[in-house]
């Protein structure tokens, strides 16, 4: 990967969009997670709340001290806070988030009743299985936080369940909400309409190539996005990623990230025409493994990125299987079998 971009903590990056770093940079945040605050004035809407690292704490809080723009001292510093997905980087700072809000709420009004923030998520199917190697937090995140923290929803829940195409409004800017499942299944954009820009979340970073649990459902999210900048109305530029600087042709990215994962699919399909190993090429082989595909593949790269290249040519593997293109034929992980239909 590049050398990372630097990014401040605290950017405006238009008149209604201020980024506020999650503190939290890693091999997979980048720079940390962006989290972003949207409005021209009190109360804003907050895109996210980071993974709860200490460091953030401060830096959110001065930034909303800086941005306070109040008719009132009982207006909200932020009305609603959106979660893009259930990944922990994305939500574990909610706690430390309802406690600067109360924070800043108590300063100004003592002990009158703080007004609370709604929370928003697009709701996971009751299908839904998490990967046996990460964990999601969100419930028990949401059953730590004391009464009184947040808004509930009509039906008594914690999250007011978003919908795909739904807007959600604040002072001076709408979100239209973009279900765009592939990174996990309830991934979402947000388009920021005045802006002219696009929230990715993780479905799209300001850096590298994004990681999915379904490849196929990631590559129609992204022509999905694309046919949403076509339609009216709807054209946008910028993009503003969950992790990584602004990435300014937001088109031009998406189009690459669908080539990049097409170039590799077919790249997969011929080693599964013609080579069943690195060192021995037959035509056709009977099968091949997931790891004879990637020996071929990532033969000029160390064999320390075998292991996770050997992940995604796996779901690579599964959408040709979906698409009716290969089969399985036994084994599992990295020793599975397939073959071409």
Not at 50 to 73: I, M, N, Q, T
Not at 104 to 122: M, V, Y
Not at 137 to 145: G, R, T, V
Not at 152 to 181: C, K, M, R, Y
């Amino acid at each position: 990967m590049d050398k990372l971009e630097t990014l401040g903590s605290v950017s405006r990056l238009s008149e209604r969009v201020v980024r506020v770093l999650g503190q939290n940079p890693g091999k997979f945040t980048l720079q940390g997670t962006n989290t972003y605050l949207i409005g021209k004035k009190n109360p804003y809407i907050l895109i996210d709340t980071g993974e709860g690292r200490p460091e953030y704490v401060p830096v959110l809080e001065s930034a909303l001290r800086d941005e306070a723009k109040l008719d009132s001292p009982q207006d909200q510093d932020i009305s609603d806070i959106i979660i893009s997905h259930w990944h922990h980087d994305h939500t574990d700072g909610l706690p430390s988030v309802v406690e600067i809000l109360q924070k800043l709420w108590k300063e100004r009004n003592g002990d009158a009743p703080f007004k609370p923030p709604r929370l928003h998520k697009f709701p996971a199917p009751a299908s839904a299985t998490v990967s046996p190697h990460t964990t999601n937090s969100l419930p028990s995140i949401i059953a730590s936080l004391p009464p009184g923290s947040y808004t509930a929803s009509e039906s008594g829940n914690a999250f007011n369940d978003l919908s795909h195409g739904q807007i959600v409004a604040a002072p001076s800017s709408t979100l239209h909400v973009l279900h765009t499942p592939g990174h996990t299944v309830d991934s979402i954009c947000l388009y920021v309409q005045e802006d002219k820009a696009l929230y990715t979340a993780d479905t799209i970073l300001g850096q590298g190539t994004a990681v999915f649990e379904d490849l196929a459902s990631y590559i129609s999210s992204l022509q999905s996005l694309l046919e949403f900048g076509k339609s009216e109305g709807h054209d946008f530029a910028s993009l503003y990623p969950g992790h990584g600087p602004v990435v300014p042709d937001g088109t031009g990215l998406i189009s690459t990230y669908i080539k990049h994962r097409l170039e590799r699919e077919e790249q997969i399909v011929q080693v599964l025409r013609g080579v069943n190993t690195a060192e021995e090429r037959t035509a056709p082989p009977q099968s091949a493994t997931t790891w004879n595909i990637v020996s071929v593949i990532y033969a000029a790269y160390p064999e320390s990125l075998w292991a996770p290249a050997a992940h995604s040519v796996d779901l690579h593997l599964k959408k040709l299987e979906k698409d009716g293109k290969a089969k399985k034929l036994g084994g599992e992980g990295k020793d599975t079998n397939w073959q071409l239909l």
